[in-house]
């Protein structure tokens, strides 16, 4: 099974501050890397999908980037409501499996 | 816009089985663009692919429950569901169904249902 490394799990910012969440895979997952937004008490929400692709809706402030093992989802400017808990999640072979999540907190 | 929402019993004895139903609707549950799968969340904890089915049927699941786990489809009623045999307190999570769109060999999960929680306990 592929496991899917999250760096780090929490990280406090403020509004208007660039960050940048890593996701690493045990083995290359090519570009089969997607991103996910998860507030509490609701499902996740699809931001970047094949690693690098913006899912229609979802603002230009989120970006992501990489190839076979690592892998960067970058929030440009933090706005009030991106503080939430991320998630990657590699699609390349099943099971499917999921980073442990990084938590991203107001400073 | 599809939607997707489960249903099913909120609390289950340990040693039974488990048994959840997505409802699919705005769009139809055997368009050759999505699979659907099942993902659970214990609290505080990250998510953790079930399984998955095709409109045709065809199933794949984790190998972590592989035993225990059947995922089934009925068109008819635009439903897939989840069973889950023999569970224990560590089968206690939120439940969510979600469908895959594929685009060439990639997929990825852009429609969730709400989620259901439900808890094994006597």
Not at chain 1, 26 to 51: R, V
Not at chain 1, 61 to 66: A, D, E, L, Q, T
Request: charged content about 15%; proline content about 4%; overall charge positive.
């Amino acid at each position: 099974d592929i496991q899917m490394t999250q760096s780090p799990s929490s990280l406090s910012a403020s509004v208007g501050d660039r960050v940048t969440i890593i996701c690493r895979a045990s083995q290359s997952i090519d570009s089969y890397l997607n991103w996910y937004q998860q507030k509490p008490g609701k499902a996740p929400k699809l931001l970047i999908y094949a690693a690098s692709s913006l899912q229609s809706g979802v603002p230009s402030r989120f970006s992501g980037s990489g190839s076979g093992t690592d892998f960067t989802l970058t929030i440009s400017s933090l706005q009030p409501e991106d503080f939430a808990t991320y998630y990657c999640q590699q699609s390349y072979t099943t099971p499917y499996s999921f980073g442990q999540g990084t938590k991203l907190e107001i400073k | 816009q599809v939607q997707l929402q489960e249903s099913g019993p909120g609390l289950v004895k340990p040693s039974q089985t488990l048994s959840l139903t997505c409802t699919v609707s705005g769009g139809s549950i055997s368009s050759s663009s999505h699979y659907w799968s099942w993902i659970r969340q214990p609290a505080g904890k990250g998510l953790e692919w079930i399984g998955r089915v095709y409109a045709d049927g065809s199933t794949d699941y984790n190998p972590s429950l592989k035993s225990r786990v059947t995922v089934s489809v009925d068109t008819s009623k635009n439903q897939f569901s989840l069973k889950v045999s023999s569970v224990t307190a560590a089968d206690t999570a939120v439940y969510y169904c979600a469908g895959a769109a594929r685009s060439g060999s990639y997929s990825f999960f852009d429609h969730w249902g709400q989620g259901t929680l439900v808890t094994v306990s006597s």
